[in-house]
């Protein structure tokens, strides 16, 4: 009996991986699957901070082990940050919609994916992609711009649409049939679906828009805002797991705040008190903010306290008390009138 090929499968925890993957699975490869954690992943562990979450019947997951474990393959999940930074700080083939580099990010997955393949003696890799699916990354002119300069070429297989695509070599030299893949194009979710339902896959991540939180407008603009007021764009992953976190208030060029949505956030911003200049609410209950700036004077931290007040059980009270303190835990008390919904423009909120 011949050893079955193997084939790496780059995993992000949505349908069309997860199809590809089976594909693969029913022509009797071997898969393993390869999920990249760049910080920015939906798939994170700021899946569950906000009350809202907790409460939802149905409990976040991480759906790349989750399809993992539907599909009963292997997952590696790859720690990619620090390279990763370079993709996003200076993609070549620029960005999309908004801050997402998905030509670069996935060219530059399906590189380190090489670079497992080859360590660990697989011999290609798939992915769940299909022609003309996202505008930037999943166009057929794209298809081998990824190939070339990932350095894969041809032992790369989109099973999803490989009928659209000229024959890679695991076609050619019979690895799989070619005949059993399949011909999907284009936006239209219904072929995968109906994939799903002939595989017996009833629950399955909803495609929203991208697997990052870099196709996310909000955050993007978050991002921009923190690049734009610090002298270098470099980031840590503190930075952007944060920018997930609470309200960002930006009332001055020199500082900006985090206020906590609810008690979940008040209890993970809580951890970053040692880290950051905060304000705790004394005289009532209300969310934990943290303030990031330098040179801040009396007066910018009584106009941080009349914001953060705002988001607190004293937002109708004439004086609110707040602990201020610096990373040093030194700090004092001070009073202040809770600002109205007026006084905070929307132009402060990032
Ligand atoms: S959505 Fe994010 S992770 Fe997915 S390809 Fe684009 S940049 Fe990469």
């Given at each position: 009996?011949?050893?079955?090929?193997?084939?790496?499968?780059?995993?992000?925890?949505?349908?069309?991986?997860?199809?590809?993957?089976?594909?693969?699975?029913?022509?009797?490869?071997?898969?393993?699957?390869?999920?990249?954690?760049?910080?920015?992943?939906?798939?994170?562990?700021?899946?569950?901070?906000?009350?809202?979450?907790?409460?939802?019947?149905e409990k976040k997951r991480n759906n790349a082990l989750w399809t993992a474990e539907q599909l009963g393959i292997k997952l590696n999940?790859?720690?990619?940050?620090?390279?990763?930074?370079?993709?996003?700080?200076?993609?070549?083939?620029?960005?999309?919609?908004?801050?997402?580099?998905?030509?670069?990010?996935?060219?530059?997955?399906?590189?380190?994916?090489?670079?497992?393949?080859?360590?660990?003696?697989?011999?290609?890799?798939?992915?769940?992609?299909?022609?003309?699916?996202?505008?930037?990354?999943?166009?057929?002119?794209?298809?081998?711009?990824?190939?070339?300069?990932?350095?894969?070429?041809?032992?790369?297989?989109?099973?999803?649409?490989?009928?659209?695509?000229?024959?890679?070599?695991?076609?050619?030299?019979?690895?799989?049939?070619?005949?059993?893949?399949?011909?999907?194009?284009?936006?239209?979710?219904?072929?995968?679906?109906?994939?799903?339902?002939?595989?017996?896959?009833?629950?399955?991540?909803?495609?929203?828009?991208?697997?990052?939180?870099?196709?996310?407008?909000?955050?993007?603009?978050?991002?921009?805002?923190?690049?734009?007021?610090?002298?270098?764009?470099?980031?840590?992953?503190?930075?952007?797991?944060?920018?997930?976190?609470?309200?960002?208030?930006?009332?001055?060029?020199?500082?900006?705040?985090?206020?906590?949505?609810?008690?979940?956030?008040?209890?993970?911003?809580?951890?970053?008190?040692?880290?950051?200049?905060?304000?705790?609410?004394?005289?009532?209950?209300?969310?934990?903010?943290?303030?990031?700036?330098?040179?801040?004077?009396?007066?910018?931290?009584?106009?941080?306290?009349?914001?953060?007040?705002?988001?607190?059980?004293?937002?109708?009270?004439?004086e609110v008390e707040f602990e201020y303190s610096d990373q040093q835990q030194s700090g004092y008390s001070l009073h202040v009138k809770?600002?109205?919904?007026?006084?905070?423009?929307?132009?402060?909120?990032?």
């Open positions: 009996m011949n050893t079955p090929r193997k084939a790496v499968a780059l995993i992000s925890g949505g349908l069309d991986s997860m199809l590809a993957a089976k594909i693969m699975l029913e022509q009797g490869i071997h898969v393993e699957g390869i999920n990249f954690f760049t910080g920015f992943c939906v798939e994170g562990h700021t899946h569950a901070i906000r009350n809202k979450d907790q409460e939802k019947k999940i790859i720690d990619i940050i620090e390279p990763y930074k370079d993709v996003v700080l200076n993609p070549k083939h620029g960005y999309g919609a908004n801050l997402n580099p998905c030509l670069d990010c996935k060219i530059f997955m399906v590189k380190e994916a090489h670079k497992w393949m080859i360590e660990n003696n697989f011999d290609f890799i798939i992915t769940g992609e299909v022609v003309g699916q996202r505008p930037k990354s999943q166009r057929k002119e794209t298809m081998p711009i990824v190939q070339k300069e990932s350095g894969i070429q041809d032992l790369l297989l989109r099973p999803l649409c490989a009928l659209n695509l000229p024959e890679t070599l695991p076609e050619r030299e019979g690895w799989v049939n070619r005949e059993k893949l399949l011909n999907f194009h284009g936006r239209n979710r219904k072929p995968q679906m109906a994939l799903a339902k002939e595989f017996g896959f009833s629950d399955y991540a909803q495609p929203a828009g991208g697997c990052c939180f870099l196709t996310d407008a909000n955050y993007s603009s978050k991002l921009q805002d923190m690049w734009q007021h610090r002298p270098s764009r470099d980031y840590t992953l503190d930075d952007i797991i944060l920018l997930k976190v609470g309200r960002h208030i930006r009332p001055r060029e020199n500082f900006k705040l985090i206020v906590a949505r609810d008690g979940g956030e008040t209890r993970y911003l809580g951890g970053y008190r040692k880290q950051f200049k905060h304000l705790v609410m004394r005289s009532h209950s209300g969310p934990v903010t943290l303030i990031e700036g330098e040179n801040l004077s009396v007066e910018d931290i009584e106009l941080a306290a009349g914001i953060a007040a705002r988001y607190g059980q004293g937002r109708d009270a004439d809770p600002m109205s919904p007026e006084q905070i423009p929307a132009s402060w909120l990032v």
